[in-house]
């Protein structure tokens, strides 16, 4: 069965598993690179602590970067499935040659603020002059470095458009052993290579990142037959631009709001040091959990889009039930293993002075998990059918609207003694149980809409 007639007529639910189990595994690979630096250097002879925060600092802004670049990318997926669909070969190579185009724009705009504004940053969330060294350094190779996460995000929806998702995972398992291989010898120094320390664990990092964006170049010019791949179909096309942002701007919205969470949360958790790193830590362990949800989503997408396109009401449906059942099985593993393993995941960190705020984030902030898986399939299904306002709607719940004045005022009560500093974790409990309702009820509205 061809890619064209798999998304046509193979049954959906196993459709939604031949396609979404290679992109749960390369999001889960996405989320080790985070997960793999943190653990390594948390184990580092000396300085330890210290760099652990210093990578806690400096997330939000890869998951920023990670946002921009996956949001334009699943922009570009839903589009091109849709119009595909549709039967229009030529518009689908001008979609995907304009998202390599905005890749370059994305590429460039990161290399300056590598540059310039790495430093600014680092110093509104601490003022140890150790944390700051090592935040900079990181982050200044991540950024001037970026070009590989940019375009593995790009290829990585371009071959996920078309059904041929096993090969970006394929990717993303070279770019994360390739780190996994390098984070010890840069950051320990083996061999001939010197003792590195921080600096050591951003290069593993993005030399990882760059050989998965080479691999899945050559996969994409050699695989995805559909559509040409002529440098012409590069030249900006403004329909096409606003096209691709008009569904992809709510998904770069929902991740920037991870990040900008991530970093409103290490200022409102800057009263304890400790606190702030376990956070940190304990958000790489989350977002390895919903990055299966993430995963999940990103077969939604297109499956539902390919059905829009053909305007498929029973295909539709069973898109949204199947994404919707299977991501809550998901979650509900992710629950498991969090609430059984905690300790284990403190000493893979090395977690020190941060364990115990650790080990109460993962048994508190895990029970939310089912409702966040949830919440992000139902931003895949409403990506899909052109809703872009609703994901957004369910995005600001999540991570601006309801967390932050909820962990706010919580913190109020800790830090005047009222309360362990524990009660901050019970916000995301509260936050991700009323978005899901809010979206289900934006769900219902959106199919009533659509005539779905």
């Known amino acids: 069965m061809n890619t064209e007639n798999k998304m046509k007529d193979m049954p959906v639910n196993k459709l939604m598993i031949q396609i979404g189990l290679p992109m749960i595994i390369s999001m889960a690979l996405q989320a ?10 948390g184990n580092m002879r000396t300085g330890s602590e210290s760099a652990l925060n210093a990578l806690t600092l400096v997330f939000p802004v890869q998951m920023l970067m990670v946002a921009i670049a996956i949001g334009t990318g699943v922009g570009t997926n839903a589009m091109i499935a849709m119009t595909l ?4 070969k030529k518009k689908a190579a001008r979609i995907a040659g304009n998202s390599l185009f905005l890749g370059c724009v994305i590429y460039g705009v990161f290399v300056l603020f590598g540059i310039f504004g790495v430093h600014g940053y680092v110093v509104t969330q601490t003022s140890d002059p150790e944390v700051i060294q090592m935040a900079d350094s990181y982050l200044r190779i991540c950024c001037v470095a970026s070009a590989g996460i940019v375009f593995y995000s790009l290829f990585e929806k371009l071959l996920q458009a078309t059904g ?3 090969y970006s995972t394929i990717g993303q398992i070279t770019g994360a052993v390739m780190n996994i291989i390098l984070d010890p010898i840069m950051i320990y120094g083996i061999g001939p ?6 600096s050591g664990a951003a290069y593993a990092t993005v030399i990882g990142q760059i050989a ?4 899945l170049l050559i996969f994409h010019q050699k695989l995805n037959k559909e559509y040409s791949h002529a440098v012409g179909n590069m030249k900006p096309d403004h329909n096409i631009i606003r096209g691709i942002y008009s569904i992809g701007l709510p998904a770069i919205i929902a991740q920037a709001l991870m990040s900008i969470m991530v970093y409103a949360m290490n200022l409102i958790l800057k009263f304890n040091a400790s606190a702030q790193t376990a956070y940190g830590l304990f958000y790489k362990v989350q977002q390895f959990v919903l990055f299966l949800a993430f995963g999940l989503r990103d077969a939604i997408t297109p499956i539902v889009a390919f059905a ?8 539709i449906r069973a898109g949204m039930k199947y994404g919707l059942v299977y991501t809550i099985a998901l979650m509900i593993f992710g629950v498991l293993v969090t609430e059984i393993f905690p300790n284990a995941f403190a000493a893979l960190f090395n977690a020190g002075a ?3 705020y650790f080990i109460s984030a993962m048994r508190i902030i895990s029970l939310s998990f089912i409702f966040a898986g949830i919440n992000i399939a139902y931003q895949g299904i409403f990506q899909a059918v052109e809703c872009g306002l609703e994901s957004l709607i369910v995005s600001l719940l999540r991570q601006l609207v309801i967390i932050l004045p909820v962990a706010f005022g919580f913190s109020v009560l800790v830090k005047a003694g009222n309360a362990p500093v524990s009660l901050i974790w019970w916000a995301f409990l509260i936050t991700e149980g009323v978005s899901c309702l809010a ?8 199919i009533k809409k659509k005539n779905l």
Not at 308 to 315: A, E, I, N, S, T
């Open 32 to 41: 080790v690179y985070n997960i793999v630096d943190s653990a390594f250097v």
């Open 85 to 88: 669909g549709a039967g229009d």
């Open 164 to 166: 041929r998702s096993m």
């Open 193 to 198: 290579v010197p003792e590195m320390g921080v």
């Open 212 to 215: 998965s964006a080479v691999l």
């Open 308 to 315: 829009y396109g053909m305007r498929d009401k029973k295909r």
């Open 354 to 356: 941060s364990k115990p």
């Open 439 to 446: 979206g289900l009820v934006l769900l219902k509205h959106s």
